[in-house]
């Protein structure tokens, strides 16, 4: 089993620049999630998808950030303009969606996120 | 909305000595996971609990849910290097979703 796989595992930039973060979920899962990890702030929710579909994006933290699953296999964390503020590790991970008690989420590596 | 609050922040000891971590929720869940990630690496699932006063148990580690299902606290017995990391509770509120604590980051000396 391959797991969740990320990329890219690193990425520096410049500020006002466009990032597109990518994720491929377990095969079978039905959810995934986008997490935020830094020092500040601990490990955030930014978004998850349930079936492809975005269940709640709360966690956005504004227009800059978007988020699509095109397909059960592929979801985008997309910055634009990318800021400094916005360095990070970002997680992707998914679980199987039971219906019932929330099931283990399985992370991937990250993505770290620097912008300068 | 909904917080998990985790205490403390860090925890240094000595190779041998027991280890504990704090989970309190500012509203009643509905389950509770536990995650391990080394430094550097990924959250990676320990275990999740889901009954009213639960107490499991996986070799060194205790884990246990409170009566209210508002706290939760992991209890490692005699630490060892391998037991380095950050560890985090994962409180479920109802919703598919996951509200993380802080983590309190182990540090061992050996």
């Known amino acids: 089993d391959a797991g969740v796989i990320q990329s890219p595992r690193h990425e520096v930039t410049e500020m006002g620049q466009e990032v597109t973060l990518r994720c491929k979920p377990i095969s079978g899962h039905n959810s995934l999630f986008w997490y935020r990890q830094t020092m500040m702030r601990g490990l955030e929710l930014l978004i998850y998808f349930n079936n492809n579909v975005p269940i709640d994006d709360s966690g956005m933290p504004e227009d800059r950030f978007s988020a699509k699953m095109p397909n059960a296999s592929f979801s985008t964390l997309k910055i634009q303009p990318s800021e400094p503020r916005d360095s990070a590790v970002y997680f992707c991970a998914s679980s199987s969606h039971s219906g019932r008690a929330i099931d283990t989420q399985y992370f991937g590596p990250g993505t770290r996120l620097t912008v300068l | 909305g909904q917080q998990v609050m985790q205490i403390p922040q860090y925890q240094h000891v000595q190779e041998g000595e027991d280890f504990t971590t704090y989970c309190n929720s500012s509203t009643t869940l509905s389950n509770i996971q536990w995650y391990k990630q080394r430094p550097g690496g990924h959250p990676v699932f320990l275990i999740q609990l889901v009954k009213s006063g639960e107490v499991k148990k996986q070799k060194r580690l205790t884990f246990q849910f409170g009566e209210a299902k508002k706290n939760s606290s992991l209890h490692i017995t005699a630490t060892q290097t391998t037991d380095v990391g950050t560890y985090f509770c994962?409180?479920?509120?109802?919703?598919?979703?996951?509200?993380f604590g802080q983590g309190t980051r182990l540090t061992i000396n050996p």
């Open positions: 994962a409180g479920n509120p109802g919703a598919q979703k996951l509200v």
